[in-house]
């Protein structure tokens, strides 16, 4: 994944005070939970660039 979106993951993680590798899990843990039976997950890259992509539209007024 490229290095301005693990910027962005990382600094998620430091304002939410927990590890890269914690966030990460509850990304994943939230991807696997929103796949119903009828449809594969997206994959977990997939996943932590739209978790980025969210992050950056509410802090544009736009989520």
Request: hydrophobic share 45%; glycine share 4%.
């Amino acid at each position: 994944m490229e290095d301005a979106f693990w910027q962005e993951i990382r600094r998620a993680a430091e304002e939410q005070g927990i590890s890269t590798a914690r966030l990460i899990e509850r990304i994943d843990q939230a991807r696997m939970a929103d796949a119903s039976s009828a449809t594969l997950p997206p994959n977990l890259s997939s996943a932590l660039r739209l978790y980025v992509l969210a992050r950056l539209q509410a802090r544009a007024g736009k989520g």
